[in-house]
């Protein structure tokens, strides 16, 4: 059986993967800067790689929920402490309910393996 705690360990090192590589795409200038673009794809593949370590025992519906919304919300923070991007009221209350989502499918979701 699957160990669960690697499981969660490896969808968190995607998910930093994942936000170092769309910060990187931002500082690619749209592919113009080799070394972040570079460094971004190497990212992207490594948020994949260990993404698929987490399907090993997560369902893919959780795993994808909990990496994208996660993703977006670090992303958002980056975003605006980083580049200094304002966040207006209707994108932090968007935001806001991603984090509510998380919150409700960790603390009441029973869903506890991948089933093949």
């Given amino acids: 059986m699957p160990n669960p705690t690697a499981a969660y360990v490896a969808l968190v090192i995607a998910i930093a ?4 590589g769309t910060t990187l795409l931002q ?4 592919f113009t800067r080799l070394v972040p673009t570079l460094a971004m794809a190497v990212f ?5 790689y ?15 929920a909990l990496w994208s919304g996660v993703g977006v919300v ?13 966040l207006d009221l209707p994108a932090l209350i968007g935001i806001g309910m991603i984090v509510g ?5 960790q603390a009441f979701s029973t869903v506890t ?4």
Avoid: D, N, W
């Fill in 44 to 48: 992207y593949a490594a948020a994949f």
């Fill in 113 to 116: 393996g991948h089933r093949p």
């Fill in 74 to 86: 670090l992303t958002a923070v980056v975003g605006s402490t980083l580049f200094k991007q304002v």
């Fill in 101 to 105: 989502g998380i919150v409700v499918m």
């Fill in 17 to 20: 993967c994942e936000v170092a």
């Fill in 27 to 30: 500082m690619s200038e749209q």
């Fill in 50 to 64: 260990f993404l698929t370590h987490a399907l090993k025992t997560m369902p893919l519906g959780v795993v994808y």
